[in-house]
């Protein structure tokens, strides 16, 4: 290919080849580019090889899109910020609220770009779930069951004016029942609605115990019965329903009928205020 004629593909000759070559004018360049050359190059010494396309002015940025006020880039695409625009819907916004999917505290999370996509970053790792709280601290689904204490008549687990659905853990001896059955371990759970009327109380056993039982109390622990309920039977889910007034405290304890013993029972305690 070297010597007094470059070949077709190029040489080192007097000559330079259809392609271009190193020596004298290149026969197909001679100074301006071709219309399809990037305008990069320049005057005689077109490689035939273009440039990287980010390197062309009227090429897009390497780095992702130019975003608008507002706005940031994730992924390669625009998202919006929360409380930008009051057009635009914060829920997925960068910076929003958002629901990990975790339990307890872990629930709670902020919207953020990771890996080029918004993902909900968890706002509070978890901790010690020792303080008697009514708070889900580490993050296993049961709530304050590293209490030693949490539970009882004096110190009952709290459950929020608004109802909900936490799960507890519970083991020992009991030392009460209700009128409808009772006298196993149990635990004891304080209320205090913000509104009057019809509620509903249900205990779900989680790890297929029973006789369960759930009553309550009005005012106090000790106080006079308003309901019970109690079932047998695999899964059993016993419920009452009754009326409820405003700022009262309401005891709700969850009841083994008949075990008491070292094995921990798990069980949740939905409450549904009145509407």
């Not at 190193?22 to 010494?45: E, F, K, Y």
Request: proline share 8%.
């Amino acid at each position: 290919m070297g010597g007094g004629a470059a070949g077709a593909a190029g040489g080192s000759g007097g000559t330079a080849g259809a392609f271009g070559g190193s020596g004298g004018a290149g026969a197909m360049d001679g100074g301006v580019d071709a219309p399809q050359d990037a305008p990069v190059d320049l005057p005689g010494t077109d490689t035939g090889v273009e440039a990287p396309s980010g390197d062309a002015p009227t090429d897009a940025p390497v780095d992702g899109p130019s975003c608008p006020p507002g706005t940031v880039a994730c992924g390669g695409a625009c998202v919006p910020t929360a409380g930008a625009d009051a057009s635009v819907t914060d829920a997925g916004a960068i910076g929003s609220a958002c629901d990990t999917g975790k339990p307890g505290v872990c629930a709670a999370g902020t919207s953020a770009c990771s890996g080029g996509a918004v993902v909900c970053s968890q706002n509070v790792q978890p901790s010690a779930d020792n303080t008697c709280n009514g708070v889900d601290e580490n993050c296993d689904g049961y709530v304050d069951e590293g209490s030693t204490t949490c539970g009882s008549c004096g110190t009952p687990f709290s459950i929020p004016a608004g109802g909900g659905a936490p799960s507890f853990q519970m083991n020992g001896t009991g030392t009460t029942s209700g009128s409808c059955g009772g006298g196993g371990v149990e635990r004891y759970h304080v209320w205090t609605p913000a509104k009057s009327g019809a509620a509903t109380i249900s205990l779900w056993t989680l790890n297929n115990w029973y006789p369960a039982v759930v009553y309550v109390r009005s005012g106090s622990c000790s106080g006079g019965e308003v309901a019970c309920a109690t079932k047998t039977g695999d899964w059993p889910n016993p419920m009452v329903t009754l009326s409820v007034t405003a700022g009262t405290s309401y005891y709700i304890i969850a009841d083994h009928g008949s075990y008491n013993g070292p094995t921990v029972l798990t069980y949740t305690l939905t409450v549904t205020p009145p509407p």
